[in-house]
């Protein structure tokens, strides 16, 4: 089955550091990811869709400048929070939709990575 | 706006039992899907639903989808203490092909007690 990686699965770093966590698809290729929020026993919240070669979509509400996202390939995109404070201390969820299997199929499924948390002390 | 709304939140029920958990959506969608998430876990993939009327089962879950009703239904069938964890539904906001995104329901965290 279709498999995402998300490196690292915990980070804990001082204020004011940046970190980046990486989402790989495994065994295809993702045109469209998709990073996430969660805060503890809360849902999952969409922060923006990444789309490779060019530039990301942002929900309403989240800072672009803080959330930096890059999608270089068809099998990686990276989220970098700048400069993070102890409110950025989430878990972080990226997620790949198999483009092509999916519309031959008809329901383009969005396959998730484990997770990174994010501890900022 | 895409809401989607689970019920209950909070399920606490004994082995051996029958429950159904309830998601409604606000706005016409063409497919909705059943995650479970263990503590400290990412998601996990149940079942994709894909048209109205939609049946899927595996093993002592059901889920079903009513399109006109715009309320899909997990049901649980004789709970064992291996299914405690959260499950989400989420329903697709836009067309097939296109931009799309998953809406999240707020989660029914489960937990069955011998």
């Known amino acids: 089955g279709a498999v995402v990686s998300q490196h690292p699965s915990w980070v804990i770093c001082k204020s004011g550091t940046s970190v980046k966590i990486e989402c790989r698809s495994l065994?295809?290729?993702?045109?469209?990811m998709f990073w996430y929020r969660q805060f503890p026993k809360q849902s999952l919240m969409l922060m923006a869709t990444s789309n490779e070669g060019s530039k990301a979509t942002y929900e309403q509400g989240v800072e672009k400048d803080k959330f930096l996202i890059n999608h270089a390939s068809l099998t990686l995109s990276t989220l970098t929070v700048t400069s993070a404070h102890p409110e950025d201390s989430s878990f972080y969820i990226c997620s790949a939709r198999d483009q092509d299997r999916g519309l031959i199929m008809g329901n383009q499924p969005q396959h998730f990575g484990d997770g990174t948390r994010l501890s900022i002390l | 706006e895409l809401k989607v709304e689970q019920n209950p939140l909070f399920l606490s029920m004994q082995e051996g039992k029958n429950y159904t958990i309830y998601c409604n959506y606000s706005?016409?969608?063409?497919?909705l899907y059943w995650y479970r998430q263990d503590p400290g876990k990412s998601l996990e993939s149940l079942f994709v639903l894909l048209s109205n009327g939609a049946v899927k089962q595996e093993g002592r879950l059901m889920a079903s989808l009513d399109t006109k009703a715009r309320l899909s239904t997990l049901h649980i069938t004789a709970a064992v203490h291996d299914l405690s964890a959260t499950y989400f539904c989420?329903?697709?906001?836009?067309?097939?092909?296109?931009?799309?995104?998953?809406?999240f329901g707020q989660g029914t965290r489960l937990t069955i007690n011998p």
């Open positions: 989420a329903v697709v906001k836009g067309a097939l092909g296109g931009a799309q995104k998953l809406v």
């Open positions: 065994d295809f290729q993702a045109t469209t």
């Open positions: 706005t016409t969608s063409d497919r």
